[in-house]
């Protein structure tokens, strides 16, 4: 018995030692398979990503023109205002000459 139960501990030994390197491969393989699946969806992902921040920029950039047409627009009337009110001044000035000029005759009659 004790023959037998040696020579069965070599079969189970040699399959065992024959298993392991298959298994050290197989995990091998399987693990290089999943990091290069992996990453192959990261560059996709980053690839989606990447158009979506375009697609997003673009739309950024024409929404930043019409601000800034907005802005021009704003400017030229403000600048419009301004003269107006400064013609405006002017006017009211000549005419606050021009009644104290008709205060004043009235008051040297």
């Not at 501990?9 to 290089?32: C, F, G, H, V």
């Not at 992996?38 to 930043?64: F, P, R, Y």
Request: glycine share 2%; no cysteine.
């Amino acid at each position: 018995m004790d023959a037998e139960m040696i020579a069965m501990e070599r079969k189970i030994d040699s399959i065992a030692k024959a298993e392991q390197p298959m298994q050290k491969y197989l995990i091998q393989m399987i693990t290089i398979v999943f990091l290069a699946g992996g990453g192959w969806m990261t560059l996709d992902s980053v690839k989606a990503l990447a158009e979506e921040n375009k697609a997003a920029i673009s739309e950024e950039h024409e929404d930043v023109a019409e601000i800034d047409k907005k802005l021009v627009r704003i400017e030229t009337k403000q600048e419009q205002m301004k003269a107006q009110l400064e013609k405006a001044a002017k006017t009211a000035e000549a005419n606050a000459r021009k009644l104290d000029k008709i205060l004043n005759k009235l008051e040297d009659d």
